[in-house]
């Protein structure tokens, strides 16, 4: 998987390359964190039935691209459903962005110094 997140003064950064990137019509997105409604940690539950893809990948254990799910437009890239950041945007070209970062915490902790009004939500809380 060919996926960076870097958090910058103003936007958070996801970079995509190789295949991914390939994949998913995307080398980059840029989410300033104005946009950044909550943040969500842990599993995500994706819907197989109910999902639509429009650009990417889906197999059992690695999921990338552009998705309608619901009526809301997701970009999606991650191998475990156990371990991703999930961000419900606003004004954004996507509704949620749903990604797997092994230090979640300390991303976490990066966006919420640069907006502390923020509702973070852990796994076992949903």
Known sequence: MSFQVVAGDRVLLL???GWTAALTLR???KIPYTSIEEIRVGKFHFPLTAAIKRTGI???DYKAGI????GEKYFLVYRSTNEVVM???KGC?????????GDQEQLVNDILRRCPSLNVTKDDEI
């Open 15 to 17: 970079n995509i390359s």
């Open 27 to 29: 080398k980059e997105i």
């Open 58 to 60: 889906t197999t059992l």
């Open 67 to 70: 998705f309608i799910i619901e």
């Open 87 to 89: 961000l419900r945007l």
């Open 93 to 101: 070209e996507f509704d949620q962005v749903v990604f797997e970062r």
